[in-house]
Structures are given as C-alpha cells and as structure tokens.
C-alpha cells in the first residue's frame, strides 16, 4: 500500500488514507458552501489535536496530496480544516519551543476579562453544536452502509448524540434572560 491513496466518492467528497509514522490515518475531504473540508475520522486524531495538527501539515506538504489537489482542480486556499492548520509549513515543535510565552495566569484572566459569561457559553454551544453535526454524519454513513437502528454500534452513536444533545440543552438554558446582568467582561 502508498503512503498516501484517496477515492472519490462524488463530486464533492474524497476520502484520504495517509501513512504517518507507520500508521494509516483516514481524512474526508469534502466541499461544502464555503469551499473544500478536511476532516479528520480517527480516534487517536480527534482525541489529540496536538497530534491531528502534525499529521495534517505533513499530509499537506505530501507531494501525492499536492498532486491529487492540482487533479481535481482544488487550491490549497481553498481548503479549510476542523484541525487547527496555521503556519502548514512550519513543524508545531518550530512554532512552540524556546518561544517565549506570557505568563498563563495572564492569558487566563486576559480571557476572563475580554468575554462574558455569556459569549463563554455561547462559544461551548458552538462547540458542542458541532460535535452533534459530527456524530449525526456518522450516523447517515452508517445508515448508508445499511447499519441502523437495530446494530449495536449505530445504536452507541446514536446515544453519543443524544447525550450532545441534552449537553446543549442545558448549556443553552444557562443564558438565559435570568443570567443577563448587562455585563459584558468583569
């Protein structure tokens, strides 16, 4: 097998299968309104961005990647990501050591002091708004495989998103009208 391989499953979907450290990883590459999305669908990636970061900006500088791109008529600016990609072409280790961070205590209480409690609960509805998109994609590919309801796993993911879904619930319900002390930062 490549280290890299790729299969277009429409016109506005590609699945990526890209060898890194010894080990193959899954990536969906597929257009939405905005432009082209690179997601990644393994387990050890999701759980670790720090890792899904590194594999990703190898993937791109991957001359078999580029290739494919410069095939199907996509631009690399074009192409967002669900991983963190700034600076593709700089290694995380060259942007993280021996550069001089601020004090943590102060980026915590910067954060406190530039966003209400408010916009904290509204950007973790995001975040676990995205989380029930995820999970309900996995589920319509499950049930296109002919999985659904009455399989154990699809049954699982199924409970993954009610269980965001009650998360969201409650996180919404703290915003409300009664929370609302016309403060915005402290």
């Given amino acids: 097998m490549d280290g890299f391989q790729y299969e277009l499953t429409s016109e506005t979907d590609i699945n990526l299968k890209y060898e890194y450290g010894g ?10 309104d905005r432009g082209w999305v690179l997601h990644p669908f393994d ?26 791109l410069a095939k199907e008529g996509i631009l690399f600016t074009d192409i967002r990501s669900t991983v963190n990609l700034d600076n593709v072409n700089t290694p995380i280790a060259a942007r ?6 601020g004090n943590p ?19 973790e509805c995001s975040l676990v708004d995205n989380r029930i998109s995820f999970y309900r994609e996995i589920l319509q590919r499950m049930f296109m495989d002919n999985l659904g309801p009455s399989d ?5 993911v199924q409970d993954i998103v009610r269980i965001y879904e009650q998360t969201l619930d409650q996180l919404s319900s703290l915003n409300g009208p009664s929370l609302d002390f016309g403060r915005r930062g402290r």
């Fill in 96 to 101: 993280n050591e021996r550069e001089v961070q």
């Fill in 152 to 156: 154990p796993e699809f049954q699982k």
């Fill in 23 to 32: 080990e193959y990883f899954t990536f969906s590459l597929y257009r939405d």
């Fill in 105 to 123: 205590a102060d980026d915590l209480m910067d954060f406190v002091q530039q966003h209400s409690i408010e916009e904290v609960i509204d950007y």
């Fill in 43 to 68: 387990g050890i990636l999701l759980r670790n961005p720090a890792m899904c970061t590194l594999v990703a900006q190898e993937l791109f500088k991957h001359k078999p990647f580029q290739v494919m």
